[in-house]
């Protein structure tokens, strides 16, 4: 099963079955070619995103820090999504913006206090993400100002808005399995159209794999269809090269992930957004 997520000419948003090498969109008998729509979110509106800090083994390692015994957990909400083409909104007083190109698992089928063994019945495909970071909101010290302390949690630096480009194309588990390797890499693409590889690595690193996760996380947190898990990112994210490297209003980004696809989002200077008032 292969589906794409994309938004109708009245703004709504609808899914069809992808076809012919991914080129074309079957909806209700109709065919459109994928070059025509408008990507949106294979899962639009989450009831939670649960984010998974250092499952990657080598991303850990990068950052000089022991791989845990059990993953950090921390939650995301449904303002941080926007679909493949839609800007990342870098908001005003961060200067360390960053990417990580992750395995989203979108849940199917209510998911409480579930055994490994059954996870993946609760599991309805596998998305792209991008699990955009504010390194000196979240306190990492070589992305820090001198002074400056971080928030001391990971609210604004996880959870902005447009925080979580997630791609259009839902891939069923039936496709493909994590814990053969897929490769998953990240580019950052300069205003001149400079691309610099960032990561590359791939899921047979992950610390935890998907079923594990979902029976650790359902065990206290119930997962209801349409939440997402995101997976954990491997190696070469920005703050951890030398020197770092952070994303810039101007520059695009781009995750991809083998057999899923790629998302493309540019970045933009969030004081240039409307301010509500009142």
């Not at 870098?90 to 990417?99: I, K, M, N, S, Y």
């Not at 596998?126 to 070589?142: E, M, T």
């Amino acid at each position: 099963m292969r589906l794409y997520a994309f938004r109708t000419p009245d703004g709504g948003i609808t899914v069809g079955e992808l076809v012919d090498d991914d080129s074309v969109v079957v909806h209700d008998g109709v065919r459109h070619a994928i070059a025509g729509l408008t990507p949106a979110p294979a899962a639009p509106s989450p009831s939670k995103i649960v984010g998974v800090g250092l499952n990657y083994g080598e991303h850990a390692r990068e950052g000089g820090r022991a791989t845990p015994a059990r993953p950090v957990l921390f939650l995301m909400a449904a303002n941080t999504v926007v679909a493949d083409r839609e800007p990342i909104v870098r908001p005003d007083g961060t200067h360390a913006l960053d990417l990580e190109v992750e395995l989203g698992v979108v849940i199917g089928r209510r998911a409480r206090r579930v055994a490994r063994a059954n996870a993946m019945d609760h599991v309805a495909g596998y998305v792209v993400l991008n699990d955009v970071s504010a390194r000196d909101w979240q306190g990492i010290p070589r992305a820090l100002e001198e002074g400056g302390q971080g928030d001391g949690q990971w609210l604004r630096a996880k959870g902005a808005d447009t925080f979580l480009p997630m791609g259009a194309t839902l891939v069923g588990p039936d496709e493909l399995d994590p814990r053969d390797g897929l490769r998953l890499r990240s580019w950052r693409i300069t205003a001149d159209g400079t691309e610099r590889l960032m990561q590359e690595g791939t899921t047979a690193d992950m610390l935890q794999d998907v079923p594990a996760l979902i029976e650790m996380i359902s065990e206290s947190v119930t997962l209801e269809p349409g939440d997402v898990i995101s997976t954990g990112t491997p190696p070469g994210v920005g703050v951890f090269q030398d020197p770092p490297v952070y994303l810039v209003p101007g520059d695009r980004v781009r995750c991809e992930i083998e057999g899923i696809g790629s998302i493309e989002n540019p970045v933009i200077d969030g004081s240039t957004q409307d301010r509500a008032v009142g």
